[in-house]
Structures are given as structure tokens and as C-alpha cells.
């Protein structure tokens, strides 16, 4: 955690003191540089020089700065790793044995086990009673608390995602919810109101994201 509010006091510093703009572009540059690099990774492995406290450093650090509507902070994380991480993916098996049609089984459990073969998997939700708790209190935004609660969410998907390919790990995004919510509230005992979201294997980066396309971006943004 230091070395991040260290980073953070830098990074102030040179807004305030103009003298210091030459770092403050190099932190722009890092920003930049990090939203291009983050791409979704599928060849995963154990091995990384990474700790787990590190790892947890990040999320820490993410889970704090990521906004969200109201100040309401309702995002949890589950960080699951090794064997513990083998479990989330069991569970994803079982299931989906159970529905996907034997012949299509072998590229589903192909895919499964790429997500498995990580050094770990990431469990994004968000608290139902926080958003229980906004409506109450703020009845006339009722409406927009659930949609806030997922773009908040999907914010800290993206900052935990774009630091660990920073850090180095290659993760990709994954949705087996909600077929696997009850199994992954009993195994790892979390609260009724946790609402399971997304599923981010990571791990050492052992291939190349895919080739990517890209829409005229030019019919994408209007300046005026
Ligand atoms: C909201 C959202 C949901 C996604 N769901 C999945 C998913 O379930 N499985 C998957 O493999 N990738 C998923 N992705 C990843 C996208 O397919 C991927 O980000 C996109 O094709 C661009 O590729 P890139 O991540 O390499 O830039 C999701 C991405 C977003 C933003």
C-alpha cells in the first residue's frame, strides 16, 4: 500500500507545482499506455513473480478509488487464488455439465480449464442491501440506483483489469452467473445480499491477446 499513496502524493504534487509537469505527463503517458495493453488474455499460467499481497494491494487500492453513485461503495470483491480459485472453476464445471449438450462439453471444458490454469480468479459483486438501503432513503432516484450500482461496478472491473495487466498478469472478463451464485454463496459462506457480477481469471500471460477490430471511431464521438 505504500508504494500507491506514495505514487498518489507524486502524482498531486505536480498538479499543483507547474515545475513539475514533465511528470505529470509521464503519468499520463502510463495511463494511456495501460487503457491500450489491457486486453483480454485467455492462455493463462500459475507461475508469477507477483505476491498475493500485492494482488491484494491492488484490489484494495481499486475497490477504494473506483466511484460510485452517492458515495454508496456497495462493490465486494472475492480474491480467490490457487486451489481456492480451482474451486470457483469445479463449481462452473458441475453446472455446466449439467446443460451444455455432451457433444458441445469438450470446448466448453477446454475453455474452463484455460481459466483455470491461472495463478487465480477475481469475484466482482455488488451488496443489494446498499442499493436497498439508496432507495429507501432516496426514493426519487430508485430507478437509476440498480443501473449506477452496475456502471460503478463495471468501472472497477475495469481499473482491476487494466492494473493487473500493469502489473503484468494477463485476465480476461467472464459471466458464468448467475447459474453459479448459490454454489459460490455457500462454498466461500457470503452474504444473501452480495450479488455475484463477473468472473476475471488472471494469471501469467502466456499468449498474445486475439486481433482486434475496431468501428470508425470518428462515428463514435460528436464534438461540437
Ligand atoms: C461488459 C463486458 C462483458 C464481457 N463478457 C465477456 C465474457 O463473458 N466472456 C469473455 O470471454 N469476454 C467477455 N468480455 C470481453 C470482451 O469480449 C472483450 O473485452 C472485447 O472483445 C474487446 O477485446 P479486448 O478485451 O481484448 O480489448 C466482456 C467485456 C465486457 C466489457
Not at 502524493?9 to 505529470?24: A, D, F, G, H, Q
Not at 500459475?46 to 505476491?51: E, Q, R
Amino acid at each position: 500500500m505504500y508504494r500507491f499513496i506514495k505514487f498518489a502524493t507524486v502524482n498531486k504534487m505536480s498538479y499543483i507545482m507547474p515545475e513539475k509537469e514533465n511528470r505529470l505527463m509521464n503519468t499520463n503517458v502510463g495511463f494511456y499506455e495501460a487503457m491500450l495493453k489491457r486486453r483480454s488474455v485467455y492462455a493463462l499460467g500459475k507461475d508469477t513473480s507477483i505476491t498475493k499481497e500485492r494482488i491484494r494491494e491492488i484490489l484494495e487500492y481499486a475497490v477504494l478509488h473506483v466511484p460510485s453513485a452517492f458515495n454508496s461503495q456497495g462493490a465486494r470483491l472475492v480474491l480467490l487464488h490457487g486451489t481456492e480459485s480451482s474451486r470457483f472453476w469445479d463449481i462452473v464445471r458441475g453446472i455446466l455439465q449439467k446443460i451444455v449438450p455432451p457433444d458441445a462439453y469438450p470446448k466448453t471444458g477446454a475453455k474452463i480449464d484455460s481459466f483455470d490454469a491461472g495463478a487465480g480468479t477475481i469475484l466482482f459483486f455488488e451488496d443489494q442491501d446498499v442499493i436497498r438501503d439508496l432507495s429507501e432513503r432516496f426514493p426519487l432516484y430508485r430507478e437509476n440506483f440498480p443501473v449506477w450500482s452496475l456502471e460503478s461496478n463495471g468501472m472497477l472491473q475495469y481499473a482491476v483489469w487494466t492494473a493487473l495487466e500493469t502489473e503484468g498478469f494477463g485476465a480476461s472478463l467472464q459471466h458464468y452467473n448467475p447459474l453459479v451464485d448459490e454454489a459460490v454463496r455457500e462454498r466461500w459462506n457470503l452474504p444473501a445480499g452480495w450479488k455475484l457480477l463477473a468472473e476475471m481469471p488472471f494469471g501469467a500471460s502466456l499468449g498474445s491477446a486475439g486481433e482486434k477490430t475496431f468501428l470508425p471511431v470518428g462515428d463514435r464521438l460528436r464534438v461540437f
